[in-house]
T-cell receptor, first 112, second 114 residues
């Protein structure tokens, strides 16, 4: 079945360092979404990417969708302690928008 | 965005009993989903709750174990039946409100089965 792989699984950074998580699908996606889950919290929608090669920015966060629509990345510039949490990518398989396929997540720890 | 509440927020249950989790949304939504999330793990879709008809279950989940109701566009329940310790998990409802691809999650129900 379709899989969405996410790396790394864990990342520890010093506050102020940059952070990147990568998401790779075995099949072409119609769109990809990113969610953030704080410790003890629930997933919160961050952004959706639809177009091939699309790049979107939210303050210190930069999201990219690959040209082949099979991979995506989230980059955080100058991390802060408020960035702590698990970042999930999730995508819909092209031609089947019924079920969202979730990545395993990347847990980010930020040392002050 | 929609405001989603879940009841109970947590519970400790005995093996063999059943627990019904409620999900209430403050506005009408097009789609509602039920997920399970083990601590430190990703989300697993249990089923799509369909208004006025039977839920659509994902592979590995059956109606007898996880009966779901959705009587209207703002409310759904998930029952975890005949519970075993393996059912200990966080159960989350999510909704699609306006944008068809953005999912909004409830705060979750933390279930422990002893």
């Amino acid at each position: 079945g379709q899989q969405v792989m996410q790396i790394p699984q864990y990342q520890h950074v010093q506050e102020g360092e940059d952070f990147t998580t990568y998401c790779n699908s075995s099949t072409t996606l119609s769109n990809i979404q990113w969610y953030k889950q704080r410790p003890g919290g629930h997933p919160v929608f961050l952004i959706q990417l639809v177009k091939s090669g699309e790049v979107k920015k939210q303050k210190r966060l930069t999201f990219q969708f690959g040209e082949a629509k099979k991979n995506s990345s989230l980059h955080i510039t100058a991390t802060q302690t408020t960035d702590v949490g698990t970042y999930f990518c999730a995508g819909y398989n092209a031609g089947n928008n019924r079920k969202l396929i979730w990545g395993l997540g990347t847990s980010l720890a930020v040392n002050p | 965005s929609a405001v989603i509440s879940q009841k109970p927020s947590r519970d400790i249950c005995q093996r063999g009993t059943s627990l019904t989790i409620q999900c209430q949304v403050d506005s009408q939504v097009t789609m509602m989903f039920w997920y399970r999330q083990q601590p430190g793990q990703s989300l697993t879709l249990i089923a799509t709750a369909n208004q006025g008809s039977e839920a659509t279950y994902e592979s590995g989940f059956v109606i007898d174990k996880f009966p779901i109701s959705r009587p209207n566009l703002t409310f759904s329940t998930l029952t975890v039946s005949n519970m075993s310790p393996e059912d200990s998990s966080i159960y989350l409802c999510s909704v699609v409100w306006a944008n068809p691809y953005e999912q909004y999650f409830g705060p979750g129900t933390r279930l422990t089965v002893t």
